[in-house]
């Protein structure tokens, strides 16, 4: 008596689509890879492109309209006295709100690295991711009252005898003013807060990379604690400073919304491409500003680069 043979289940449509994936693995990928591909490239830089290709134009000073005509007279536009302005003044704000994040980052990044343990770790991440999780526009308003000259800043600072000390601050030329919500001082103020979370987690990160033996070996070495941090902890942490920093500086530079609503409305990169392309209607200046911090985080991240700060992301 022969046994009679083995019934197959029949293969359904997912089952050779499997079989297919698994015989050609470079179709997955291609399918896989390929809407992302398409999305950077068709849409992101895509609008790149024709930003670059905008900024070649230039537009007639009398009909306002955009002559499609190659041209750097735009770019030359760049260099009058107050379009230079808004460049130099984005850039030394950008390079202060940096330098400012990365002083206040760095104990906190050292004492999350070294110190905080277990549940303490976990809070420190709560505390620094907290913030970014409410709205942007909320808190920028919030700090808009709170600087505010009836705000708690100046309230805070009348009560403990500190005003006088306000007031002349605010007396200074060129970071001054009436408040500190509308002073160069408040714009950097809620810049350094807005943006200080993402120098934070970066130094950190860098800084639980530091072997604690090499800092055994200093101080066996006879290394003071102020030897040991400027020969051992700050030259193994720099590549997170800097790997922060990319991050405050460029978001510093193509911010609008914090100028717009804090301090004195004085134009940065950001705010004079929203404007020029908005109310003005100058769209070949708008795209020449917006090329300028391309140009520059191009230099800042190929010396990044070279520093090591990719390693700290």
Known sequence: MTA???????????????ALFWRRPRLL??????PPLIWLGVVYLGSLLALLLQSFYSIDEFSGVVKEEFTLKT???????????????????????TLGCAIIAFPIAYYAARFAKGRWKAV????????????????????????????????????IG???ILNAVLALPGIGGNSLSTAPLGTFLVFVYVWLPYMILPMQAA???VPTTMLEASADLGASRSQTFRTVILPLAL??????????????MGDYIIPQIIGTSARFIGLAVYQFQGTA???PLAAAFAVVPIVIMLVYLAIAKRMGAFDAL
């Open 4 to 18: 009679s043979p083995a019934i197959l289940p029949e293969r359904g449509p997912g089952d050779r689509l499997t």
């Open 29 to 34: 990928l291609a399918l896989l890879l390929g």
């Open 75 to 97: 770019y030359a536009e760049l260099f009058r006295a107050q379009n230079l302005d808004i460049i130099l003044r984005t850039l030394l704000m950008s390079a202060a709100v």
């Open 124 to 159: 420190f991440y709560l505390g620094v991711m907290l913030p970014l999780w409410s709205s942007y526009l909320v808190k920028v308003y919030a700090w808009k009252l709170i600087l505010a000259k009836e705000g708690i800043v100046t309230w805070v600072a009348e009560h």
């Open 162 to 164: 500190a005003g006088v």
């Open 207 to 209: 800084l639980e990379r």
């Open 239 to 252: 590549p997170g400073v800097v790997a922060g920093s990319i991050f405050t500086f460029s978001l510093t």
């Open 281 to 283: 209607g100058n769209l």
